[in-house]
């Protein structure tokens, strides 16, 4: 198993984070806890400032505004884009999380059977199991419930997710 060291999950419940964006922070939560990880210099960006810089709606974040907005806001010096599964491991093996969406809603797979209909999560791992590449994720915790450590089967939820990479490219 392929795992990031010393990387660190939030829930989008905890008391910081302002009571009507709870529901719907998960996009916001996986962003500053990937940017907390990848830079101390970041966490000047709280989970409030970054639910409202985002564009984050009572119905959640769509990765069109994460990456545009995430770009504005962090400029020049990052690096923010899509990717697929294969630069996911990538970026997990060079030590950099990697932020996952599933999306059963806007992908028009309404019927399947997923680990999540709508949720944010960043990618700490994997692990390839058979024909399988189990996924490790922090779930971003609950009411009243920290954030966890879940593995989740890439095959069984690959018709729904979609992945944004997130890379430091320049001191400032």
Known sequence: MKTIKGFIGKSQFDEDIEAKFRASACGPVTAFVILRHLSEAEPHLSINKLYRSLGGTKIGLSKYRMIRNLRKLLGAGWNIESCGIEDVLLEID?????????????????????????????????????????????????????????????????????????????AF
């Open 94 to 170: 060079e030590g950099r999380p990697v932020a996952a969406k599933f999306d059963k809603w806007f992908t028009f797979h309404w019927l399947g059977k997923f680990t999540f209909d709508y949720h944010w999560v960043p990618i700490v791992g994997y692990e390839k199991h058979g024909n399988d590449l189990i996924l490790l994720i922090h779930d971003n915790g609950g009411r009243n419930r920290t954030s966890q450590l879940r593995k989740v089967s890439y095959e069984q939820n690959k018709k729904i997710l979609s992945f944004v990479k997130m890379k430091k490219t320049a």
